[in-house]
Each structure stands twice: as C-alpha cells, then as structure tokens.
C-alpha cells in the first residue's frame, strides 16, 4: 500500500487524466460516464459558460470563475473575458493557492 504523494499515486492520476483524453478523443460518452465524478461538486467549464462555483473536499477547495481583465492600450480600456480554475489547500495558514490555470474566451461570431 502506499502512501498520497508517492509515484504509484502521481501514475495512477496521470492513468485516469489519459482515460479522460482518450475517451474525449473518441468521443465515447459511456467512457467519460465512468471517467468523469458524480456528484454536486462536479465541474465542466467550456467558453460561454460564465460561472461561480466554490467547492470543499477535506483540506482541498476549487473555484473555478470567470476573470473579467481590464487592460490598457493607447488610452483605450478594453475588458477581456477568462475562464480560471483556482486549487487551494488548506493547512495552519489558511486557505493558500497551489494551481491556477486560466484559459481566454473566444468573442462570439459577430
């Protein structure tokens, strides 16, 4: 048996994160069924889709959101739309970040 953290874990999480690619690829919707959690703290974020969601399992938490980016250019302000996920653990500090990844949203077809 092993313990969390160690190689047999990080191989059997990248195993599960290869199903996961494999059966999208395949685009076999009985596979993602068995790959993807169910339950209420279950996430899937696709551009379009603005959202607010705060989940807690234990001593890991998510958010996953959408960013809105104010930036400026030549005295012109312009507002840029992100899709983040947020992962945070919890330890004698607090709540502390540990991964964010953001991804752009395409502008709609004019």
């Given at each position: 048996?092993?313990?969390?953290?160690?190689?047999?874990?990080?191989?059997?999480?990248?195993?599960?994160?290869?199903?996961?690619?494999?059966?999208?690829?395949?685009?076999?919707?009985?596979?993602?069924?068995?790959?993807?959690?169910?339950?209420?703290?279950?996430?899937?974020?696709?551009?379009?889709?603005?959202?607010?969601?705060?989940?807690?399992?234990?001593?890991?938490?998510?958010?996953?959101?959408?960013?809105?980016?104010?930036?400026?250019?030549?005295?012109?302000?312009?507002?840029?739309?992100?899709?983040?996920?947020?992962?945070?653990?919890?330890?004698?500090?607090?709540?502390?970040?540990v991964?964010?990844?953001?991804?752009?949203v395409?502008?709609?077809?004019?």
């Open positions: 048996m092993t313990r969390p953290g160690e190689p047999a874990d990080a191989a059997e999480l990248e195993d599960a994160n290869a199903r996961f690619y494999r059966a999208f690829e395949a685009l076999d919707i009985a596979e993602m069924d068995r790959v993807w959690a169910h339950g209420g703290h279950v996430r899937c974020v696709h551009p379009g889709w603005p959202l607010l969601t705060v989940n807690v399992g234990g001593d890991l938490g998510w958010v996953t959101c959408t960013e809105n980016i104010l930036s400026e250019v030549g005295g012109r302000v312009s507002v840029t739309a992100i899709l983040a996920t947020n992962l945070f653990e919890r330890g004698r500090d607090g709540w502390r970040l991964h964010h990844h953001a991804s752009h395409p502008a709609p077809a004019a």
